[in-house]
């Protein structure tokens, strides 16, 4: 009986030391965010600035794959895989409002882009609505593919001046998880610099 219990003491012993051993090796979580990137010829620079334009970013409404903490890519078509490892450092959906904020101020020229929501008292020019349907990519793919759908709303939002679609796509420079992100704040660049002209063209018309 006493050999027995020895037996069993050293089994546990055993399986704690493997367990701990296996907590060891646990790689760190790491933490991504998007940027502000617009392509440097779209610069405000390029066009007349527009400093007294006030427009307002959001809502912002994501896919309900992409509302959440974890990075997400596609084994193939219709199979998601999440990393549980490689996260976003903060709502994907607020990081999204933040960066086409940055960049609208500076296609525009204004320093006046306020981020949804606001103030009651602030009164934006322009609102700009956004439905992110895709923002993702192939494991081990070359480039990331973006599907939106904005509108411009007029002041107060109390009607919508157009409504437009972006399909786009964006090479994925290098390696790993932050070439692919990098690749994501690109390619909302480019869907901003369509939102500015579209934003230039309505405001032109009110002259």
């Given at each position: 009986m006493k050999n027995r219990r020895i037996v069993i003491w050293l089994?546990?012993?055993?399986?704690?030391?493997?367990l701990t051993a296996g907590c060891g090796t646990?790689?760190?979580t790491r933490f991504y965010q998007l940027t502000p990137q617009i392509p440097p010829q779209e610069g405000a620079g390029q066009q007349q600035r527009?400093?007294?334009?006030?427009?307002?970013?959001?809502?912002?409404?994501l896919a309900d794959y992409l509302g959440r903490p974890?990075?997400?890519t596609r084994e193939k078509e219709n199979v998601l895989r999440l990393d549980e490892f490689d996260r976003w450092g903060g709502?994907?959906?607020?990081?999204?409002?933040?960066?086409?904020?940055?960049?609208?101020?500076s296609l525009l020229g204004?320093?006046?882009v306020i981020s949804f929501p606001w103030e009651r008292a602030i009164v934006p020019d322009y609102q700009i609505a956004i439905d992110v349907?895709?923002?993702?990519?192939?494991?081990?793919?070359?480039?990331?593919?973006?599907?939106?759908?904005?509108?411009?709303l007029d002041t107060e939002g109390r009607s919508v001046l157009s409504i437009s679609r972006s399909e786009l796509s964006?090479?994925?420079?290098?390696?790993?998880?932050?070439a692919l992100v990098a690749a994501q704040s690109r390619v909302l660049g480019r869907m901003s610099v369509d939102i500015a002209a579209a934003i230039r063209s309505h405001h032109g018309q009110k002259q």
């Open positions: 089994l546990v012993v055993a399986m704690t030391v493997l646990t790689p760190p527009l400093p007294g334009l006030k427009v307002g970013v959001g809502p912002v409404r974890q990075i997400v709502t994907l959906e607020t990081n999204i409002t933040w960066v086409m904020a940055e960049n609208l101020s204004t320093d006046s349907r895709r923002l993702d990519t192939m494991m081990g793919g070359a480039q990331v593919d973006l599907v939106a759908l904005w509108q411009i964006e090479p994925i420079d290098g390696a790993g998880v932050a």
